[in-house]
C-alpha cells in the first residue's frame, strides 16, 4: 500500500527501550516506547525531568544506540546501519537543535548556517537558503559572529542551520530553555512556521506548556513510557494533563 506523503510517518518508534548502565547503577530511560511522528507535524514531548524525552529524540537522531526495539527514520531502520551510513544519515536527513545553540564561535550567523552542507560537499540551494534565511528574520546580523547576537538570535541561526540541508526532520530538545519568553517565542514561532510554511517535520521537547501550545500535537512522557497525548493544545488543556500527571505519580 503507498502512503501519502501527508500521512506517512517520518520517524517511528516501535517498542523502543533504551538501558544505560547495569547491575546497580542499571537505569530503564525508556520502556518499550511506540510512537510514530507524521510528516508536516509539529510534535511537542513533554514530561517530568528524568521521563525519558532526551534519550527518546536522542535515539530517533542517532546520536544514541537503542537497546532492544527500534528507531526509523522513514523506512531506514538505524540499528542495521553502520557508524559511516549513520553519520551520513544524521547529515542529510535529519536537523537537530539543541538548548545550548552549539554554534561555532569563530563563524559568521550565515557560515554557522551552510556549515553542514560545506562537510558534507553540498552546495547550497540559493533560493532554499535566501528563503530559510528571509524566515529566520537576520538580516544585517547574518555576517555577524555569535557572540555578537543575542540567544534568541543564535537559536534561530541554530534552527536556520538545522533547516538548510531540508532534512526529513528536525529535533530539537528544550530549544526556548535558555531564552526569554519573547526570544523563546520567535523561535517558536519560526519552527511552527518551517512545518506550517516550508513542510519541514518537527519534533521539540520542552517544559513549557505555552511552548507546546505552538505545536500540533503533544505527547506525553512518564517514567520512560508514553502515557497521554494531545492533539491541537492550548496552554491550558497541557498545564491541565501535566497536573494530572504529577498527581499521579
Ligand atoms: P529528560 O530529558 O526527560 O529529563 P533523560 O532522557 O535525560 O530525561 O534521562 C532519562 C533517564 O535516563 C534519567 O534517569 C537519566 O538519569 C538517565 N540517563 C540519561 N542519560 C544517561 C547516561 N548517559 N547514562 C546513564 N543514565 C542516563
Ligand atoms: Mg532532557
Known amino acids: 500500500m503507498q502512503l501519502s506523503p501527508a500521512t506517512a510517518a517520518v520517524a517511528t518508534a516501535a517498542g523502543l527501550t533504551k538501558i544505560y548502565g547495569s547491575d546497580d547503577t542499571r537505569v530503564v530511560a525508556l520502556d518499550a516506547v511506540s510512537v510514530e511522528f507524521r510528516r508536516e507535524q509539529f510534535t511537542a514531548i513533554m514530561g517530568p525531568s528524568g521521563s ?81 534565511v528571509a524566515t529566520v528574520g537576520l538580516g544585517a546580523r547574518l555576517d555577524h559572529r555569535p557572540n555578537q547576537l543575542s540567544g534568541g538570535q543564535q537559536q534561530r541561526v541554530a534552527v536556520a542551520r538545522a533547516l538548510a540541508a531540508r532534512p526529513e526532520i528536525v529535533f530539537a530538545d528544550e530549544p526556548t530553555g535558555n531564552l526569554d519568553s519573547r526570544a523563546g517565542a520567535e523561535v517558536l514561532g519560526l519552527l511552527r512556521g518551517s512545518v506550517r510554511e516550508l513542510g519541514h517535520s518537527v519534533v521539540m521537547v520542552t517544559h513549557d506548556p505555552l511552548a507546546a501550545s505552538y505545536a500540533d500535537r503533544v505527547v506525553f512522557l512518564a517514567d520512560g513510557r508514553i502515557v497521554d497525548e494531545l492533539a491541537r493544545p492550548d496552554a491550558d488543556s497541557v498545564l491541565e494533563r501535566m497536573k494530572a500527571l504529577d498527581h499521579a505519580g
Open 52 to 132: 525519558g524525552k532526551s534519550t527518546l529524540m536522542h535515539c530517533m537522531a542517532g546520536l544514541d544506540t537503542v537497546s532492544h526495539g527500534s528507531a526509523r527514520i522513514g523506512s531506514t531502520e538505524l540499528g542495521t546501519l553502520k557508524d559511516k551510513e549513520l553519520t551520513r544519515l544524521r547529515r542529510e536527513r535529519i536537523g537537530f537543535v539543541f538548548q545550548a545553540f552549539n554554534l561555532l564561535p569563530t563563524l559568521t550567523a550565515l557560515e554557522n548556517i551552510t556549515l553542514p552542507l560545506s562537510i558534507a560537499g553540498r552546495s547550497a540551494d540559493r533560493s532554499w537558503l535566501e528563503h530559510i
